[in-house]
């Protein structure tokens, strides 16, 4: 069973920064995507962030410039830097181990979840 660990969120204030981090305990970490979503209360979950097992990074519009995503193989960890947050920033931040096929295995796991609130 593949467990997803995150850690890092809080209260910030507007225009301050936070750092996710998201470990993983499966061994295929470093050929795998992985990225980082949010839902805040009564919206869907949405994509934040992805970053491929070669380092290509994809970011949703509304964080490009303020969220930078990254990965460390060695720590099987993947990382989301959050500069400049706004109240709308403010959801349940979700690490996404995948989808990612393997042999014959399809590895598509979430993290419990971590809160990020924003006060103005």
């Known amino acids: 069973q593949v467990q997803l660990v995150e850690s890092g969120g809080g209260l910030v204030q507007a225009g301050g920064s936070l750092r996710l981090s998201c470990a993983a305990s499966?061994?295929?970490?470093?050929?795998?995507?992985m990225g980082w979503y949010r839902q805040a209360p009564a919206k869907e979950r949405e994509l934040v962030a992805t970053?491929?097992?070669?380092?290509?990074?994809n970011y949703a519009d509304s964080v490009k410039g303020r969220f930078t995503i990254s990965r460390d193989n060695a720590k099987s960890t993947v990382y989301l830097q959050m500069n400049g947050l706004k109240p709308e920033d403010a959801a349940v931040y979700y690490c996404?181990?995948?989808?990612?096929?393997?042999?014959?295995?399809?590895?598509?796991?979430w993290g419990q979840g971590t809160q990020v609130t924003v006060s103005s």
């Open positions: 996404r181990l995948g989808p990612t096929v393997v042999g014959s295995r399809i590895y598509d796991y």
């Open positions: 499966e061994s295929i970490f470093s050929i795998t995507r």
């Open positions: 970053i491929g097992s070669g380092g290509g990074t």
